[in-house]
């Protein structure tokens, strides 16, 4: 998914690793994203209170989404570099071509990732089949060995976990004794979990891990503190047990986010992340100029995205700040 904001944050972050265990909460703000009746989106990374939850810095949530409505999906043939795209859908169908010659149906609990590394373009249109559209769109940072890596196209069907009051599904990384096969540039964890109404569910973790929760619907609380829908509940490293409790009279639904602290510099702006604002510079650049770097993605039916206008300030470093 592109970051269609016309005004994209210009963001640079350098990790924190202060021994907090409280929970913070990020509340999300609501961005257009486009089509013929801009379809919107709630998006919780990246915001000025945190830019990252381990490697994970972007990420958009939205529906269920009614097509008839508000035209679905349909983001045109735009550029990535230094980071990987996540696809995960609740309900609908969306149709994904790049410039590896990919096309692939992105399907409800089916995870589909794309690695930008030096450059790759992709296209996301909602298919004719879908009338309610929602899912998230989440983005993972690069570490600097990684960076300039190739593209490259994984899809991976996780099996359902069941637990005494929920399920789980990991997409990425390992959760109740479940692991992705799908590899990783840092230690990451991606998984939806569904709590039965009334339930409480005690998961162990990776101590080492950061976490995020996205609550999807449901009442839910994450170690005691309440978080409302569309919220990010975010906890520091230090934990080996996250609760996650389900005080609503219908199933509720949360997407589990974690990963090591990211302690590299990192400068986020528009689709684009690199480590100095020449960085973006030269990508914005070559995305214009139709360069090779990111490829063409063939099947599209209209014009890709241009990239909006740079800031007229270099990018300077911003850290995220103690809660």
Known sequence: MSNTEKRPAELVHAGSDLPERSIEILTSREVP?????????????????????????FADHYGPDDVALTGGMR????????????????????????????HALIRPGELNLMTGGFGICHSEVSTERT???????????????NRHTARDFRHHVPGVVPLDGGEVRVFLGSLAGDTSPVPTFTPLLGAEISLEPGATLRLPVQEEFEHGVIVDSGRV???????????LGFAAAGLTTLTLANASPRRARVVLLGGTPFREEIVMWWNFIGRTHEDIV????DWQSR?????????????????PALPNATIAPRRNPSF
């Open 33 to 57: 994203l486009g089509g013929p009746r801009a379809m919107t989106v709630r998006r919780t990374l990246p915001q000025r209170a945190r830019t990252l939850v381990g490697a994970w810095c």
């Open 75 to 102: 983001v045109a043939p735009h550029p990535h570099t230094g980071l990987q795209t996540v696809s995960w859908l609740f309900s609908g169908e969306i149709e994904h071509r790049d410039s590896l010659g990919n």
């Open 131 to 145: 009338t309610s559209l929602h899912g998230v769109q989440l983005w993972v940072a690069l570490p600097e060995a």
């Open 221 to 231: 609380s994450l170690n005691g503190t309440p978080l409302d829908a569309a919220e």
């Open 282 to 285: 030269r990508a914005r650049e």
């Open 291 to 307: 360069s090779d770097r990111f490829g063409r993605v063939e099947g599209y039916d209209g014009e890709r995205l241009p990239a």
